[in-house]
């Protein structure tokens, strides 16, 4: 697609405030393939007096009718799918493949989702001699990540569009043009003017000004705990509310029941996944003492098939910063089995696939969040030393538990400190709640638990 040389703000697009830019690079030959406008705070105020105006109509819109836009926005998406893949992949660098079964696929799944919800929530109870009613918190100021460009912005929009909130939306400056495909979408859709806008710029300008607006009734934010920390202390200054998806470093624990062949195929895979970039990844291997060789020898095998399937990583910043992590690892005494840190392509923001073995739990490579397509596997001699190694980071995003039969990994699951656990290798689902204990986050997205973020509760007694 074509960038827009304005912001969408109001049901139109309109001249940014500044004259600065931003330009856009794919990350897979480092070539610039357009440039946005860099948002100054005089942008989000624009776009926060939209949202504040087009407020008082979207909340008093009837929940039917706001299903029947976000279902028209999910057709959108679904008109749009290939435009929408082919876009992600020249601004991320994933995969077409990928592009069109996760970053394309997965957002119109969690659309249609809002659609239904919005339709069938109960924004009314009776309780006792009381009437509880679930309203819109108001405007929503939504800062999303770069990593699945498209996903995030529809977690956030579509339930607080389902609630009857107004949204502002600051994308992340390295994916920009797919949140610029998203607003031409919300206007095709017929989605009122005002109910989204969209600012582009950088996270210290354009975020900032939004996160702190006193016009933002909530801050909905994704991305790394540093920056989650800064935006919770703002918003708590303010008496904001907000919503926090942060970092993790999520464990995949193979119990020795399991079958080992599928959990460590499995596990590097999804790892491997989106070139390491995704907070939820199971980037610890938690294996038996009596498997760990043969556990080693399969992911170092599973890993090389993925050579010239993973994409590069999203800029030259990260590209570095991986590889650096790499380079600890080895210095701190963990060996490598497969990839490393050398380049595998003279040109683009490429890691190999890499996967350590000898990993102890208080490594960096075993604590801190890598963001990069590589593997810790870690030793355990028994089931309180894994769990104890499983909770012990300050994530709680998510994790996996392999065992013969579900009621075993459940048993394990129910142990760990994390807000999602995938049981045997379980599949996606758009509405399970989706989110963290611990330095992992606030709140949840997903489903209608994901919708209750946006709502705040009033009472009525007869």
């Not at 435009?83 to 493949?97: D, K």
């Not at 570095?320 to 600890?328: M, P, T």
């Not at 960096?364 to 030393?385: C, H, K, L, M, N």
Request: charged share 20%; aromatic share 6%; with cysteine.
């Amino acid at each position: 697609m074509k960038a827009h040389e304005g912001m969408y703000i109001g049901g139109e697009w309109r001249a940014a405030a500044g004259g600065d830019t931003i330009a856009v690079v794919n990350p897979a030959d480092e070539q610039v393939i357009g440039h946005v406008p860099a948002g100054i705070p005089e942008d989000v105020d624009a776009a926060v007096f939209a949202a504040h105006e087009a407020f008082p109509a979207w909340a008093a819109t009837p929940p039917a009718e706001r299903a029947a836009k976000i279902a028209a926005l999910r057709d959108v998406l679904v008109a749009r799918k290939d435009e929408i893949a082919e876009t992600v992949t020249a601004e991320l660098g994933a995969p077409l493949p990928f592009s069109q079964m996760v970053h394309a696929g997965v957002p119109i799944l969690v659309a249609g989702s809002y659609a239904e919800l919005a339709a069938s929530y109960a924004f009314e109870e009776k309780v006792g001699n009381s009437t509880v009613y679930a309203e819109p918190v108001g405007v929503v100021g939504a800062i999303t990540p770069w990593n699945y460009p498209l996903h995030q912005i529809v977690a956030k929009v579509a339930p607080a569009l389902a609630a009857g909130c107004t949204v502002v939306l600051k994308p992340a400056e390295d994916t920009p043009l797919t949140a610029q495909l998203f607003a031409e979408a919300v206007h095709e859709a017929g989605i009122p003017a005002g109910v989204f806008n969209l600012v582009t710029g950088l996270g210290p300008v354009a975020g900032q000004a939004l996160a702190e607006h006193p016009g933002v009734d909530l801050v909905s934010f994704t991305g790394s705990t540093a920056v989650g920390k800064q935006i919770g202390a703002t918003a708590g200054a303010a008496v904001k509310r907000v919503a926090l998806e942060l970092g993790g470093k999520s464990a995949n624990v193979i119990l020795p029941s399991a079958d080992l062949a599928k959990a460590v195929g499995v596990g590097i895979a999804n790892v491997m996944g989106n070139s390491g970039q995704t907070c939820s990844a199971w980037t610890r291997m938690l294996v038996h003492t009596t498997q760990y060789d043969e556990a080693v020898a399969l992911a170092a095998e599973a890993a090389a098939k993925y050579g010239d399937r993973i994409g590069p990583l999203v800029n030259a910043k990260q590209h570095a910063r991986v590889r650096g992590y790499i380079d600890k690892g080895v210095a701190e005494g963990a060996r490598l089995v497969a990839g490393g840190s050398e380049a595998p392509r003279e040109q683009g923001y490429f890691v190999s696939p890499t996967v350590f073995a000898d990993v102890t739990p208080e490594m960096t490579i075993a604590q801190e969040e890598i963001f990069g397509p590589v593997v810790s596997i870690i030793r355990y001699e028994d089931e309180d030393e894994a769990l104890r190694i499983a909770n012990g980071t300050v994530y709680g995003l998510a994790g996996a538990v392999w065992a013969a039969d579900d009621a075993e990994a459940v048993a394990f699951a129910r142990r760990m400190d994390t807000g999602q656990v995938d049981i045997n290798g379980g599949r996606f689902n758009p509405l399970a709640p989706f989110g963290g204990y611990k330095q992992s986050g606030v709140g949840r997205e997903l489903g209608a638990h994901g919708l209750s973020e946006y709502l705040q509760t009033k009472s009525l007694q007869f």
